[in-house]
């Protein structure tokens, strides 16, 4: 398969890279670190990586191209770190010539014309290191690329720390860290934080919530982001501030969205403005299907949802209290 996607990219002149809608570490890693060595492998051919906006600690990684419709026409699309097609950012994707996916999610589905997915990797970045690595000497490496991927390995591992990791992710990340990466840095843009969002933090330890049978959660509602003067995606990020509490293996962010109600809004549509975006994350308990049952998805303990009212909230706490108890009576040693 590497050899085919290989193939494919020296047949096109462009290649537009996409990722995830509200991008993480691994996402951007993937993109960056591929257009970094396509770019310097392949320099006469156009290179991009589109997308919404980076959140600041990203935005070291590199820059979002901004292209015109018509770029699609003749180009190769890959697509990475990236399960269902709806979470795709920018959706001119399916207007490319050829589009390859490349991920790593499980229940991941097939889209475009050739996929690559291993839902056994931890990380997204680590396969695009297993393909470097394939291609030998028909890529040219180089330390931007390296330190992207790198960035990528140590945030989806939960710095090499969750369960999935392998000694091929291990080796892999030596790889990389072999091209000179300066990891002091690289830690430092992962936990220095400003002071409104450590004031948040110390919020959340003081507010959170629980259930009957132990889910931990917080709501950040759109009073809250405004009182601590955080962006909507600080506020997220600080799901696991709740992640280590004895006897709630499931913990949960639900964020205000805040968005503006759109003019003549139709019977059944949903209101933008009652969006609450959820986070919800476990040791242990398998959370993705509830997930899916609200407008998400995602790993079998780290998954996305989207609702849309208190009482969409309160079913969904429901069901993880009662998948929780469920745990527990199976696993009684579970911390
Ligand atoms: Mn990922």
Not at 37 to 48: D, G, M
Request: include cysteine; charge should be neutral; aromatic fraction near 10%.
């Amino acid at each position: 398969m590497f050899v085919e996607i290989l193939n494919k990219i020296k047949e096109y002149n462009r290649i537009i890279i996409h990722r995830h809608i509200r991008p993480d570490g691994d996402c951007m890693g993937s993109q960056m670190g591929l257009k970094y060595l396509l770019k310097n492998t392949f320099p006469e051919k156009e290179i991009y990586a589109v997308g919404d906006e980076l959140p600041e600690y990203l935005s070291e990684l590199g820059e979002v191209d901004n292209i015109p419709d018509d770029y699609y026409n003749d180009a190769l699309v890959i697509v990475v770190d990236t399960s269902v097609d709806k979470r795709i950012c920018d959706d001119r994707w399916m207007t490319g010539k050829c589009i390859i996916k490349i991920d790593h999610h499980d229940d991941s589905p097939e889209f475009g014309n050739m996929s690559y997915v291993d839902e056994k990797s931890p990380a997204c970045s680590s396969i695009i290191v297993r393909m470097i690595k394939a291609w030998g000497t028909e890529v040219k490496m180089c330390k931007k690329a390296a330190y992207a991927l790198y960035f990528g390995i140590v945030t989806d591992t939960g710095r090499f720390r969750y369960r999935g990791l392998t000694s091929e992710v291990l080796n892999n990340a030596g790889y990389l860290l072999d091209l000179g990466i300066d990891v002091d840095s690289l830690y430092n843009k992962l936990y220095i934080d400003d002071v409104a969002t450590l004031k948040l933090q110390g919020f959340v330890l003081n507010n959170f919530k629980t259930t009957p049978n132990g889910v931990a959660y917080i709501h950040f509602t759109k009073k809250i982001i405004k009182k601590f003067g955080v962006t909507k995606d600080e506020a997220a990020n600080l799901v696991n501030s709740i992640s280590t509490i004895k006897g709630h293996p499931v913990w949960v962010a639900f964020v205000d969205q805040g968005y503006e109600k759109p003019k003549g809004l139709k019977k059944g549509e949903f209101d933008p403005s009652k969006e609450v975006r959820v986070r919800l994350r476990s040791r242990g308990v398998e959370i993705n299907g509830v997930a899916s049952k609200y407008r998400g998805g995602g790993h079998l303990q780290a998954a996305g949802a989207t609702i849309y009212s208190k009482q969409e909230m309160a079913s969904l706490l429901n069901e993880l209290d009662i998948l929780v108890e469920k745990y527990k009576k199976e696993h009684p040693d579970a911390l």
